[in-house]
């Protein structure tokens, strides 16, 4: 009951605290003993292992862990045993394990004897191998990449990042084998040889992933991109129709507003240090200053600053959010999507205006965005921006067909991004933050 309500509620919170991915969960076998071997890269991996299956996983642990207050009952209560890691020590623990096989559960079992350095999977001990003979469970390999960047053993606390957990085809040893080898030191290393290179067949592309992210974090920011002067040209212009509509006086400071953005973007090239955080704030900050600056620049205009805006911002920061666990790629692409989105929306303001034009096309270029790039919780950000736009239509006051044009807007920019802008990017992310499938 109590393994139940965890992972009931461990799924989704590791879905959104790091986009945890499954992939090959019909390879574990649905009843009988089965042994689960993984490499192990952080504090996560049990709890990775264990949440997407029907069964409970049985897991060996390092013997300290159980004398901590409180999290060692816990594992305990979940049916984790302990594991004296030394060496020779570890005989006590494989009984445990055989029992746990000979009634037909599902064992846990790090063979590396430990967490994971930066890097495949090396020698590993032969406990796996043993066990599969003695007993004739299956072992099904596990591969989980990008836990390493999540928890590395030299941090305290995790941190976002997308992790993909696959569980490769059960290895399978003959009756045969397992009659004439069992005591046969050169084919149990054999065996964990077979283990490990099923495992570092994804892992080796994951971890040149990782490394190749943590390079590209560590660049010199970009120059001032294309979409970014866009703010400073609708500044230009706001000036001349605040001008001619006499807005001005009253409306002069907050058209500058956007002075404060590129002074930002002068300390990102001058002064702050390259870094994930530093490079993921640059590529959100349009979004913020659209969020922040909307309401002065529509004022200054003189168009309307739209109904239900709070529905809009709401639904534009929902869709935003998974993109912190998506590539940095993705993310660019989006932010110049929804920049271009929402300043070609606000031209078509001054012409034909309607308080919910730029509503309908952000949220049609994010519905097909996310779809077109099966961007994670696609179809949670869909449902959300249709509720979002069916509720403005029942609730608004301006209804009428020029919202369709509005709504071409958003098919339009997508079709740029995907016509002129992804071969760029594509060619420098290629095969650098995927795992390999």
Request: glycine share 6%.
């Amino acid at each position: 009951m109590l393994l139940g309500f965890l992972k009931s509620i461990g799924r989704p919170l590791f879905r959104v605290l790091f986009s945890a991915e499954y992939h090959g969960i019909d390879n574990v076998p649905e009843n009988g003993a089965v042994i689960i071997a993984g490499n192990h890269p952080s504090y996560l991996d049990p709890a990775l292992v264990m949440l997407p299956l029907k069964r409970p996983v049985k897991f060996m642990a390092w013997d300290a862990l159980f004398k901590i207050p409180l999290f060692g009952p816990l594992i305990r209560a979940l049916g984790a045993f302990p594991v004296d890691i030394r060496k020779g020590k570890g005989e006590a623990a494989y009984r445990q394990a055989v029992r746990v096989l000979e009634r037909g559960d599902v064992l846990g079992i790090f063979p590396e004897g430990g967490r994971s350095e930066w890097g495949v999977m090396g020698e590993l001990r032969n406990g796996v191998a043993r066990l599969a003979l003695e007993t004739g469970a299956p072992i099904v390999p596990v591969t989980i990449g990008g836990a390493y960047r999540a928890w590395p053993k030299w941090k305290l606390l995790p941190k976002p990042a997308r992790i993909i957990v696959r569980y490769h085809q059960p290895i399978h040893l003959s009756a045969e084998d397992r009659r004439t080898r069992s005591e046969d030191r050169e084919y149990h290393q054999e065996v964990m040889q077979l283990v490990a290179s099923k495992i570092n067949r994804s892992l080796i592309p994951a971890l040149r992933g990782d490394e190749t992210l943590e390079r590209w974090y560590r660049r010199p920011p970009s120059h001032v991109r294309t979409f970014e002067w866009a703010p400073l040209i609708a500044m230009i212009i706001a000036f001349r129709v605040s001008s001619e509509r006499g807005t001005l006086n009253s409306h002069w400071t907050g058209i500058l507003l956007p002075l404060l953005y590129y002074l930002y973007l002068i300390c990102d090239l001058a002064v702050i240090k390259p870094s994930r955080v530093a490079k993921w704030l640059r590529n959100s900050a349009p979004v913020w200053l659209i969020v922040i600056w909307h309401y002065p620049l529509t004022e200054a205009l003189v168009v309307p600053s739209g109904e239900k805006n709070y529905w809009l911002i709401a639904a534009v920061l929902a869709a935003f959010f998974p993109f912190f666990y998506e590539d940095y790629f993705s993310l660019q692409k989006f932010v110049r999507g929804l920049v271009a989105t929402y300043y070609l929306s606000l031209a078509l303001m001054l012409f034909r205006p309607n308080p919910l034009g730029i509503m309908c096309s952000t949220l049609v270029f994010i519905t097909i965005f996310v779809f077109w790039y099966q961007v994670i919780y696609r179809w949670w950000i869909a449902i959300t921006m249709s509720l979002v736009i069916t509720l403005a239509l029942l609730f608004g006051e301006a209804t009428d067909k020029l919202l369709l044009l509005y709504a071409l807007f958003g098919v339009a920019v997508n079709t740029y991004l995907q016509s002129f802008i992804s071969l760029a990017y594509d060619i420098r992310r290629a095969g650098n933050v995927e795992l390999e499938r």
